[in-house]
């Protein structure tokens, strides 16, 4: 096809100059790198153009023959909740609803946009993420010869937003020629990105210009809206989990009040992180955020450390000296690990959060604040409570507004996310290109990572420090070979060591698996329907029966209507459609 595509020869703007011009390309320039170079330009150009997204990657589609060998070309962009919204095959336009004629290879995509990196088939015939009836669907058009697929990431401030993929007909020059393909296409892709950034850009403006023009509109004109929950994002914290996204909502609403805030959750879930976002959003953003780890120190460091000294006040107090409290004065202070503070630090703790007032050590100055106070601890306080370990009239007073932090286990749709995260932060660090396979991913879903993101972090860092090529596989992971320690954790379950931080309160587990096959089972918020398994750890080994068995449950209970199903299980409409494919569930018609 390659050859049997021609570009219009383009007319030679010097070749009136003097001799020294010459007619044909310039010799450092091959022909067919100077055909590349016009496609190129010829595609940017179009994209640049002033009319509708869709027919510019309509264009684009159509142009990329002059570019790559290829026999059929797809474009696909999202919409926010991960479903397609434009799919542009051979140049025609489909909205999300089509779904592309079927056309679309769901398995690649779903790689593609889990790993944001390339993927390379040879031959789509022997490669398991393709379904058997793409397989049927691309030898039928081919005339059952042997076909290679290209699928490249469209990203937005590295964030995928979409895929472009051409398949073509192998042969004997494949592996060099695709990797050729790919060096081009990728900065297709990049133009086709900066161009879906500069149109939601637009759009922002003009909703900006409506949302003006509403507000100068008389109240009186204006229709009732339902409420409308808008997504948080919060620097730092990264996934999209149905439990991440609902504990964000609840960060945007704790942060509009002064109350004292209890952090709860295990060790590595991120709790500074998430005081420090409360601390952003609230009122007192432009003012101190100061932060203390109560654990690390002793009563009378700890003491000095909060309420400051005098002069004087013990030895080697040579000047006068604010504690963190004064610090923190019209901020925020946060007091990680306070479980462990001794009971008599606990009363003068006590009396500077009821009456915002204390002495220095070795003053007797009294000195009133304006501190709003986030704690955190990973400790069970009500156990410590009941066995007079922990003052109870001071867990009543921390515990204004007690938040649960998600453990990993629960949110792990978002592995892959930090995952690339980690890498990325790696691979910048130390001059290296590394990327994860999709051997990596399925091994890294599989873990229990009982030290939640902090492991997930170690774990990335050992594995890519160890790593011997460009890219992580499989057989790269300690505990691939047995040699994880931190696996005799959670041989017992999960439930087990998240005892020490949410004893009263008890989460849904989430499944062990790949993203493909993540169907775990979160109650929505505000939802009242009942789980469909009982809280524990699935077992890893009967992790695929019982994943299909809870998808098959859902289905039933929602008349087979995948868009019920999917909040029963807390996922997108996406998620259960890979889910019902992987497993090979037939969906019942009524």
Same mark, same amino acid.
């Given at each position: 096809?390659?050859?049997?595509?021609?570009?219009? *020869?383009?007319?030679?703007?010097?070749?009136?100059?003097?001799?020294?011009?010459?007619?044909?390309?310039?010799?450092?320039?091959?022909? #067919?790198?100077?055909?590349? /170079?016009?496609?190129?330009?010829?595609?940017?150009?179009?994209?640049?153009?002033?009319?509708?997204?869709?027919?510019?990657?309509?264009?684009?589609?159509?142009?990329?023959?002059?570019?790559?060998?290829?026999?059929?070309?797809?474009?696909?962009?999202?919409?926010?909740?991960?479903?397609?919204?434009?799919?542009?095959?051979?140049?025609?336009?489909?909205?999300?609803?089509?779904?592309?004629?079927?056309?679309?290879?769901?398995?690649?995509?779903?790689?593609?946009?889990?790993?944001?990196?390339?993927?390379?088939?040879?031959?789509?015939?022997? &490669?398991?993420?393709?379904?058997?009836?793409?397989?049927?669907?691309?030898?039928?058009?081919?005339?059952?010869?042997?076909?290679?697929?290209?699928?490249?990431?469209?990203?937005?401030?590295?964030?995928?937003?979409?895929?472009?993929?051409?398949?073509?007909?192998?042969?004997?020059?494949?592996?060099?020629?695709?990797?050729?393909?790919?060096?081009?296409?990728?900065?297709?892709? #990049?133009?086709?990105?900066?161009?879906?950034?500069?149109?939601?850009?637009?759009?922002?403006?003009?909703?900006?210009?409506?949302?003006?023009?509403?507000?100068?509109?008389?109240?009186?004109?204006?229709?009732? &809206?339902?409420?409308?929950?808008?997504?948080?994002?919060?620097?730092?914290?990264?996934?999209?989990?149905?439990?991440?996204?609902?504990?964000?909502?609840? +960060?945007?609403?704790?942060?509009?009040?002064?109350?004292?805030?209890?952090?709860?959750?295990?060790?590595?879930?991120?709790?500074?992180?998430?005081?420090?976002?409360?601390?952003?959003?609230?009122?007192?953003?432009?003012?101190?955020? +100061?932060?203390?780890?109560?654990?690390?120190?002793?009563?009378?460091?700890? *003491?000095?450390?909060?309420?400051? &000294?005098?002069?004087?006040?013990?030895?080697?107090?040579?000047?006068?000296?604010?504690?963190?409290?004064?610090?923190?004065?019209?901020?925020?202070?946060? /007091?990680?690990?306070?479980?462990?503070?001794?009971?008599?630090?606990?009363?003068?703790?006590?009396?500077?959060?009821?009456?915002?007032?204390?002495?220095?050590?070795?003053?007797?100055?009294?000195?009133?604040?304006?501190?709003?106070?986030?704690?955190?601890?990973?400790?069970?306080?009500?156990?410590?409570?009941? #066995?007079?370990?922990?003052?109870?009239?001071?867990?009543?007073?921390?515990?204004?507004?007690?938040?649960?932090?998600?453990?990993?286990?629960?949110?792990?749709?978002?592995?892959?996310?930090?995952?690339?995260?980690?890498?990325?932060? !790696?691979?910048?660090?130390?001059?290296?290109?590394?990327?994860?396979?999709?051997?990596?991913?399925?091994?890294?879903?599989?873990?229990? !990572?009982?030290?939640?993101?902090?492991?997930?972090?170690?774990?990335?860092?050992?594995?890519?420090?160890?790593?011997?090529?460009?890219?992580?596989?499989?057989?790269?992971?300690?505990? @691939?070979?047995?040699?994880? /320690?931190?696996?005799?954790? @959670?041989?017992?379950?999960?439930?087990?060591?998240?005892?020490?931080?949410?004893?009263?309160?008890?989460?849904?587990?989430?499944?062990?698996?790949?993203?493909?096959?993540?169907?775990?089972?979160?109650?929505?918020?505000?939802?009242?329907?009942?789980?469909?398994?009982?809280?524990?750890?699935?077992?890893?080994?009967?992790?695929?029966?019982?994943?299909?068995?809870?998808?098959?449950?859902?289905?039933?209970?929602?008349? @087979?209507?995948?868009?019920?199903?999917?909040?029963?299980?807390?996922?997108?409409?996406?998620?259960?459609?890979?889910?019902?494919?992987?497993?090979?569930?037939?969906?019942?018609?009524?």
């Amino acid at each position: 096809m390659l050859d049997s595509v021609s570009l219009p *020869e383009r007319p030679n703007s010097t070749s009136d100059a003097g001799p020294s011009t010459s007619a044909g390309p310039s010799p450092s320039i091959l022909p #067919s790198q100077e055909k590349s /170079l016009t496609t190129i330009f010829e595609i940017a150009h179009t994209l640049t153009g002033l009319c509708r997204l869709e027919a510019k990657l309509a264009s684009v589609i159509e142009r990329l023959p002059s570019l790559v060998q290829m026999r059929r070309g797809i474009v696909c962009l999202f919409e926010h909740d991960g479903m397609p919204e434009i799919i542009v095959d051979d140049g025609r336009s489909e909205g999300r609803d089509a779904r592309c004629g079927g056309r679309l290879p769901q398995g690649a995509i779903d790689q593609i946009v889990a790993t944001g990196q390339p993927l390379i088939v040879q031959n789509v015939a022997l &490669h398991s993420i393709f379904s058997s009836s793409e397989v049927e669907m691309m030898l039928d058009a081919a005339g059952n010869t042997c076909v290679a697929f290209i699928g490249l990431p469209i990203e937005i401030d590295e964030k995928v937003v979409g895929t472009l993929s051409i398949d073509r007909i192998a042969d004997n020059g494949t592996h060099a020629q695709l990797e050729d393909d790919v060096r081009l296409l990728t900065m297709v892709a #990049s133009l086709l990105g900066q161009t879906a950034k500069l149109h939601c850009v637009r759009d922002r403006g003009r909703l900006m210009d409506e949302e003006f023009r509403l507000q100068k509109q008389p109240s009186s004109e204006l229709k009732p &809206h339902g409420r409308e929950r808008k997504k948080v994002q919060v620097e730092g914290i990264i996934g999209d989990s149905p439990a991440l996204r609902a504990m964000l909502e609840k +960060i945007e609403l704790i942060a509009q009040s002064n109350s004292t805030v209890l952090l709860r959750g295990e060790s590595g879930t991120g709790k500074e992180l998430v005081a420090k976002a409360i601390h952003e959003r609230s009122a007192r953003a432009k003012r101190p955020f +100061i932060k203390l780890n109560c654990a690390a120190l002793t009563e009378t460091v700890l *003491e000095s450390e909060l309420f400051g &000294h005098e002069k004087g006040a013990f030895t080697g107090a040579f000047n006068a000296r604010k504690g963190r409290f004064e610090l923190a004065d019209k901020g925020t202070l946060f /007091l990680d690990e306070i479980g462990e503070i001794s009971a008599s630090f606990q009363a003068k703790l006590l009396r500077v959060l009821q009456e915002q007032e204390f002495e220095r050590v070795g003053g007797n100055q009294t000195i009133k604040v304006d501190v709003r106070m986030i704690a955190a601890t990973n400790k069970n306080l009500e156990e410590a409570v009941a #066995s007079k370990e922990f003052r109870a009239d001071l867990y009543y007073r921390i515990s204004v507004v007690p938040l649960l932090l998600p453990p990993l286990r629960e949110r792990r749709t978002d592995i892959p996310l930090l995952a690339a995260r980690f890498l990325k932060n !790696f691979s910048n660090e130390n001059g290296r290109a590394l990327v994860f396979d999709s051997s990596a991913i399925d091994v890294l879903m599989n873990c229990g !990572f009982p030290g939640n993101v902090r492991e997930l972090e170690n774990c990335v860092q050992r594995t890519a420090t160890l790593a011997h090529g460009s890219s992580i596989a499989r057989d790269d992971f300690a505990c @691939w070979h047995g040699q994880c /320690l931190s696996a005799t954790l @959670w041989k017992c379950g999960p439930e087990q060591v998240a005892r020490q931080a949410s004893p009263i309160i008890s989460l849904p587990a989430r499944l062990s698996m790949p993203p493909t096959q993540a169907v775990a089972h979160v109650q929505p918020v505000g939802s009242e329907p009942t789980p469909l398994e009982p809280t524990g750890r699935p077992n890893i080994g009967a992790a695929k029966v019982t994943d299909r068995e809870r998808v098959v449950a859902a289905m039933e209970r929602s008349g @087979w209507v995948q868009a019920k199903a999917a909040r029963l299980l807390g996922l997108t409409p996406r998620q259960i459609g890979y889910a019902l494919r992987r497993h090979g569930i037939e969906i019942k018609r009524f």
